[in-house]
């Protein structure tokens, strides 16, 4: 029986979550769920992307990935699922999927589009303010289920895409951007470990703030200091020993990194 992932903006409070769960159980008993996060920032697309992109690689293939952070619900966006690289997604077309299609369409994997248009793999009732669960888990239930994808609606090729934003190489370096603030206050950056060809010897600038030097981990330095390091999944970080880097620097999802070899 096949994984399904969720990634929603809806939090533990109101309950939101175990009803996606509910409805799963309902119609496919021994699916597998996992929770890969609920706490992305209400209706942030950017941030669920990144979070859902991350957590891909760890996850079996054929994994179905229910993502919803869902601004647009019950307007004309489409909900969508979708077969990318041997895994499946289903949420919102809105470019909650962006990563995944780029990445796929860098490696020529072929990509598969969805519409949810068939009612017959939906909930009796639809809501205009609810599709996660009356489109999207059951979509993501009939999946795991056997259900082929194709029988869920009709295919599309213009799926939406948000922009992510790549490290620029510079004279004296790359220009990177943050693209993900964890709960630690911890600064992640676009720029991979591999673009620095091994060197250790950088200057990364920040908000005016400059770090020298890449160490292991955290507690290579004193508590109070700012680090640049590689995080786990292999990118450049900045952190603030035993503190959070991004409330003392005031940055944000977006902000400029100089790094000067």
Known sequence: MPVISLTTDFGIKDGFTGVLKGV???????????DITHSIAPQNVFEGAMALYRAVPFFPMGTIHLAVVDPGVGT???PMAAKIGGNYFVGPDNGLFTPMIAEAEANK?????VHLDNPAYWLADVSHTFHGRDIFAPAAAHLAC????????????DAV?????????????????????DTYGNITTDLKNEQLRGRRDVRFCLREREITGLVDSYGWRDKGELVALVDSEGYIEIALVNGSAAELLGAQVGDLVSVTL
């Open 24 to 34: 799963i159980w309902g119609i496919c008993p021994g699916a597998q769920i996992a």
């Open 76 to 78: 004309k966006r489409r």
């Open 109 to 113: 994997q072929e990509a598969v589009f």
């Open 146 to 157: 056997g259900v082929e994808l194709d029988a869920l609606g009709s295919r599309f090729y």
């Open 161 to 181: 895409q948000i922009h992510l934003p790549r490290p620029e190489p510079t004279e004296t370096g790359w220009e990177a951007h943050v693209t993900v603030i």
